[in-house]
């Protein structure tokens, strides 16, 4: 039996391992797609180290596999999908690889400003659609840009965001050494006609974007969001949208994933949605396998 089990390699990831671009050590099963709980056991009860990628995985099922030492997260945000604190009662590691993707994500939350600001999933549709309407947008140049949250990937963004002419407000929840940084998140978000969203979360920034603070931005602004869907109020900023206190929301991540046929975010004619893509380059699935490797190598003795 494997010692190391890949539970749900992506068909991108397949892709660099047929063409040769990443190898797996030894011992170690890749199961390609998306596994069910009992699948998941069948594959590992005999596994030392699982290493995840998307799958939300609960305890029951990671119960089922005895010999588990370390579960390799592919990511940030462990919580989400692995119990932690059932984890940490069992004396099983679980270990993340962040920033492996951070200018990949960066790059994506500047693609959703430039599509919100021009309204391009709108038009896209309507060209779709047999609809000929051309739409005005918001020129970036002079506009005042909120990054909140200013570790690696908001310091990609903000970079980007300068070299646009932006006026770059960042907050960050501890102090940052930069000419770019406001200790006041209140002053950071006040007429800002653009906030990006790159926080992580956790109990203090659950719905950190709420009502009082959406209005605190321009009328019309562009709310961006590639970090996770629950850092913002998802009924406030469904209200904001419908009030045209937020002119635009791009997301890249949902309160509930994959969002579903009948989500009413989808019948939105003011939003721009990708399906939680942003980190999704090779290079970054280079530097991804890179660090999980790192990861696994530090408990498969």
Known sequence: MNKIVFVDCTPELKALFDGGKLQAPEDTYINFGDPTPDEIV???????ILLVEHTVIDAQTLGACPN?????????GASTYIPLEWAASKNIAVRTTPGYGSRAVAEHAMALTFAAARK????VKDIK??????????QLEGR???????GEIGRCYAEMACALGMDVSAWNRSPVDSPLFEPDLDKALKGAEVV?????????THGFLNSSRLRLLKPGA???????????DQDALAEELRSGQVGHAAL??????PIAVEDPWRDLENVTLTPHAAYMTEEAYLELWKRTLKAVSEHAK
Request: proline share 3%; with cysteine.
């Open 68 to 76: 588990l030492k370390a579960i390799v997260f592919m990511g940030t």
């Open 42 to 48: 069948s594959l590992c009860s005999a596994a030392q």
């Open 196 to 204: 990006s969203l790159h926080l992580a979360l956790n109990q203090d």
């Open 252 to 257: 890249d991540v949902y309160w509930y994933e």
């Open 222 to 232: 562009l709310v961006i969001n590639t970090a996770r869907a629950a850092l913002i």
């Open 129 to 138: 659609c047999g609809v000929w309407q051309p739409r005005g947008g918001m």
């Open 120 to 123: 391009i999933a709108p038009m």
């Open 144 to 150: 005042k840009v909120a990054v909140v949250g200013f």
